[in-house]
């Protein structure tokens, strides 16, 4: 071997060693949904473009994952470099000075891109603290030939008064169609999700501006009272222990005339390959109440943040950069399709004919996000910002303790009256026992 | 006199047993069926039992997207390491409590038990900041100690259960002829408390392969088991069932195996000294 060869050798192992030394590993810790799992499918371009960062993932499922990077981040663990969290968390996480915040992304990043409501959710005193990935709101999703059958036609803008002539309508119970179907689990992301955003519709609030729990209103008696009318008389058997994924199933068999629930689930209910009735889906705004025109929607999104306890932090930040581009909604569309992007956080993707095109459900979910008020969304003014659920770290607990009352509610163990008294006196308690008002 | 058996309680008996069995049993053997049906099939109502496409998508699709073999060493580290560890440390302490108990033993035997009464959680930010802070956060050292603590009470439990069955003339005897207490352990007790030692061994191997709160808490990448994985495929969003399945039939599958090799072993250690 001659010497130059050698030299030549030893100098691309020393590249090669250096290189290796400098690789970071960062440790990103995510829910199991689609678009997720898609992501990971799609890491070599993010290799590619950064080949001194590895990235090893943690797929959890949503209640275990919370649990976990709230463990981490509340003890300064570092375990992670990127967190997966939601529009509860971020504020409530960024007050603890426990985020990072995502100040320069890169030239070509386009912060003012995000759509503003979504936006507004992760932004602590002018700062953003967390990069949205997949937004959703919620709205109507009911079955066009069974509304045809019942002789109704689908408002611009309809009105609980409406939900339930429909409801009654398009019930056949003979044939195991039932008129609507709702979230009816307990747990503050379950059914309260949906009755929260249904309340504000109705005008009414979780608080008063004292931090008085107002279940004892006028506003919470109709919501709860419409609630459960629709549900025990057109809504399918079991109702209250359906979630998200029974409904979805439900739907999808053609057993619910009607569901309001996430926007996520039009790309289901729509996808011929898991639905039955995907050329008979409808979309219409979340109801109002008669003459009101708040729509109560909620505002959900899943959010890659940087604990502040992470020792990469430059690493991770160019990992949420690209994973939250305009570049990766590109590359997604390049390889899984258009109709398959992460929806609801970008404003470029909903000026994208081709997109609006792709998914019939596009304009609906815009609608839907932009007309999510989480900054004040009740009609009556309230000391806490939050669609479907109130931005305190108490919220989960009493969300979760309110939550099973109503469902015992629907399950037919208490009335409406006996719920929301015991919904009032445990929120009472719990506010008091965290010291509000602060 | 013996006591006749008639037929007629036989045919009861036995159709009891069978009903509880499969009553038992069928969770398992759902789970098995759905993994093998396509996400439309495993939420279809009503619900299809054996007649629909049979597919394997789901195993290569779980095995496409998780490390399999990463969390099932983890596994197999975690569960061995932390049972071994807990026989070393509760035979001697077994041992001590059933041959020469003093007056307090009861009340030791008690307390320790007793550690087993507190919901996990309670501990779980002190662990943490300890694991932290030594540096143990995700490995697989840290876990078997979890682990080892996690079960020690029952491992103790049950070897002083299965001594206290041994007649202590039989050590004495092997005092007598010289033994000091290190060979009159491995020897003398150790052999004659092989089916307690070895059930023992088999239940908490499955103990800790089950274990689903610290493997989840205490790891992220590196170290998780097969909790982790099985976590993984649960979704609060979206169809799961089958893909969820394939990933549980997988993670049960080795202790499964195990279980049937070593049936006998269990029921005859778990049944060890009930009926002289």
């Not at chain 1, 010497?3 to 290189?19: I, N, P, Q």
């Not at chain 2, 759905?34 to 299809?48: G, L, V």
């Not at chain 2, 983890?74 to 061995?80: D, L, P, R, T």
């Not at chain 2, 003339?169 to 290190?182: Q, V």
């Amino acid at each position: 071997m001659s010497s130059k060869l050698r030299g030549l050798l030893g100098a691309c192992s020393l590249v090669a060693l250096g290189a290796a030394a400098h690789a970071e590993t960062i440790t990103v810790a995510t829910v199991n949904n689609g678009d997720m799992i898609r992501m990971q499918g799609l890491m070599a371009d993010f290799n590619e473009k950064h080949p001194d960062i590895q990235v090893e993932w943690v797929t959890l499922e949503e209640n275990v994952l919370r649990q976990r990077v709230t463990t981490d981040i509340a003890t300064n663990g570092g375990q992670y470099d990127v967190l997966t969290i939601g529009n509860y968390e971020v504020p409530i996480w960024a007050a603890q000075n426990w985020l990072l915040p995502l100040e320069d992304m890169g030239a070509d990043y386009k912060p003012e891109d995000f759509l503003a409501p979504v936006a507004a959710g992760l932004t602590v005193d002018g700062k953003l603290y967390a990069a949205p990935f997949y937004a959703e709101s919620s709205m109507l999703m009911y079955r066009t030939d069974l509304l045809e059958k019942a002789g109704l036609t689908m408002p611009e803008n309809p009105d609980w008064d409406f939900i339930t002539e429909a409801a009654e309508k398009m019930t056949d119970k003979g044939a195991e169609i039932y008129g609507i179907c709702l979230r009816g689990k307990a747990g503050w992301g379950e059914n309260m999700a949906f009755l929260t955003s249904m309340a504000n519709s109705e005008g009414a609030r979780w608080f008063d501006t004292d931090w008085k729990p107002q279940f004892d209103s006028p506003e919470w008696k109709t919501t709860l009272d419409t609630y459960l009318n629709l549900m025990t008389n057109y809504g399918p058997p079991g109702a209250s222990s359906n979630g998200f994924n029974e409904n979805l199933a439900l739907f999808q068999t053609g057993k619910c005339g009607m569901w309001i629930d996430a926007t996520v689930a039009a790309s289901f209910v729509s996808n011929p390959n898991e639905s039955t009735v995907a050329e008979h889906v409808g979309y219409a705004p979340s109801p109002v109440r008669a003459g009101g025109d708040n729509h109560g929607n909620w505002l959900w999104s899943w959010n890659l943040a940087i604990p502040a306890s992470s020792q990469k932090q430059d690493a991770a930040k160019a990992f949420v950069a690209w994973a939250t581009s305009q570049e990766y909604t590109a590359l997604v569309a390049e390889h899984e399709g258009i109709a398959n992007v992460p929806p609801g956080t970008r404003t470029s993707l909903y000026e994208n004919q081709e997109y609006l095109t792709a998914a019939p459900f596009a304009a609906q979910t815009l609608a839907a996000i932009e007309a999510a008020d989480t900054q004040s969304p009740s009609d009556q003014e309230v000391p806490y910002t939050g669609g479907q659920f109130v931005s305190i770290p108490e919220f989960q607990a009493i969300g979760t303790a309110v939550g099973q009352v109503f469902s015992a509610a629907l399950a037919g163990t208490s009335d409406a009256d006996q719920a929301l008294a015991a919904a009032q006196a445990l929120t009472t308690r719990e506010m008091s026992r965290a010291g509000y008002p602060k | 006199m013996a006591r006749t058996v008639t037929t007629q309680r036989k045919v009861i008996v036995t159709a009891i047993a069978w009903t509880i069995a499969i009553a038992i049993f069928f969770p398992i053997l759902w789970t098995f069926l759905t993994s093998f049906k396509t996400e439309a099939d495993a939420i279809a109502t009503p619900p299809k039992f054996l007649f629909f496409d049979w597919t394997t998508e789901n195993y290569t699709t779980v095995q496409g997207r998780s490390n399999y073999f990463l969390h099932f060493w983890n596994s197999v580290i975690i569960s061995v390491g932390s049972t071994v560890a807990a026989l070393i440390i509760a035979i001697p302490a077994a041992w001590s409590m059933a041959f020469v108990p003093g007056k307090r033993t009861k009340d030791i035997l008690m307390w320790m038990l007793s550690t087993k009464m507190m919901p996990a959680v309670g501990v779980l930010v002190p662990i943490y900041l300890l694991f932290r802070d030594t540096g143990l956060l995700d490995t697989r050292i840290g876990l078997v100690i979890v682990l080892t603590l996690m079960n020690l009470p029952i491992v103790v439990w049950m070897l002083y259960t299965y001594f206290k069955e041994i007649p202590g003339e039989i050590l004495e005897a092997a005092r007598m002829d010289g033994a000091n207490l290190t060979r009159e352990i491995i020897y003398v007790l150790t052999p004659m408390a092989v089916p307690g030692i070895a059930s023992t061994l088999l239940l908490n191997i499955i103990l800790a392969w089950n274990e689903a709160f610290w493997t989840l808490n205490l790891t992220a990448s590196k170290s998780a088991p097969l909790t982790q994985f099985i976590a993984s495929y649960s979704s609060p969003e979206g169809l799961f069932y089958a893909k969820l399945s394939a990933a549980s039939m997988m993670a049960i599958a080795p202790i499964i195996v195990l279980g049937w090799f070593s049936q006998k072993q269990l029921v005859r250690g778990l049944t060890f000294g009930a009926v002289k």
